[in-house]
């Protein structure tokens, strides 16, 4: 069975423009949790998302956003990038909202130049 | 959630138990410990986790305090896939203010020939 998949796997922006994530979860998932991280420091909670609603939010600006479709998958988006926005993107999934384990992607890799 | 404690890092001979610990001093009656562990370049990736009582499953073993104020984790054979960032994380099994962990930074596990 496929993993979590994420895309892209890397990219490349500058500041101020816009960037879109996308996050397929695993089959039979139905929430789905966006972390940043930073070079050198653990995983931050950024968003979780859970029959298509937001569950929880981490302490990040409004230029962060993000949803959940009816198949599930998810997009995070960030508006304005500001070189700090650099960073790898993790996404999760697990089965229910608030328990179990999450299964994490391999990550999108974002540099703002 | 309770904060966690662990060293900076650690070296471990191949084929050694590896065994590292955590401190949670503050930890709540209802809060569980996990752990994770994060491969150079993947995902963080879900290892154990427990609330009062040893813990074990075929990647590690779980032994928290009886005053719940530590915990360590055991690799019981470290081989050099083992070498990992391995993150303690306390937190409430089933929130009702979503399914949020905070990684922090982790203890860097070197496992050597």
């Known amino acids: 069975d496929a993993g979590v998949t994420q895309s892209p796997t890397h990219l490349i922006k500058t500041r101020g423009q816009h960037v879109t994530l996308r996050c397929s979860p695993i089959?039979?998932?139905?929430?789905v949790s966006w972390y940043q991280q930073v070079l050198g420091q653990g995983p931050q909670f950024i968003f979780q998302y859970y029959e298509k609603e937001e569950r929880g939010r981490g302490n990040f600006p409004d230029r962060f956003s993000a949803r959940q479709f009816p198949n599930y998958s998810s997009e995070l988006n960030v508006n304005a990038l500001l070189l700090g926005d650099s960073a790898l993107y993790l996404c999760a999934s697990q089965e229910a909202g608030n328990t179990g384990e999450l299964f994490f992607g391999e990550g999108s890799r974002l540099t703002v130049l | 959630d309770a904060k966690t404690t662990q060293p900076t890092s650690m070296d471990c001979a191949e084929g050694r138990a590896a065994n590292l610990p955590c401190n949670h001093s503050t930890i709540s009656g209802n809060e569980y410990v996990y752990w994770y562990r994060q491969i150079h370049s993947q995902g963080p990736q879900y290892i154990i986790h427990?609330?009062?009582n040893n813990e074990t499953n075929e990647m590690a073993s779980l032994i928290i305090t009886e005053d719940r104020k530590s915990s360590t984790l055991i690799l019981p054979h470290a081989t050099l896939r083992d070498t990992a960032v391995y993150y303690c994380i306390v937190r409430v099994l089933n929130s009702n203010s979503g399914y949020a962990l905070n990684f922090g930074k982790g203890t860097s596990l070197l496992v050597t020939p």
């Open positions: 427990g609330l009062k």
């Open positions: 089959s039979g998932h139905k929430s």
